[in-house]
């Protein structure tokens, strides 16, 4: 099983899958979306 390794905490602090609206993802820190409304990821870096 692969993982993400976050030495420096950034996707704890900044990624909450709480929120459930539409594009919610597209906020997040590292994550590229098509338009920042929809849930279509185009990179994440």
Known sequence: ???L????NHLT???NFNK???GFIC???GIK???H???KVINIF
């Open 20 to 22: 459930h609206t539409e």
């Open 5 to 8: 390794d976050d030495p420096y």
């Open 27 to 29: 906020q997040f820190i």
């Open 1 to 3: 099983m692969d993982a």
């Open 13 to 15: 602090t900044s990624w």
């Open 37 to 39: 409304d929809e849930k």
């Open 33 to 35: 979306c098509w338009h």
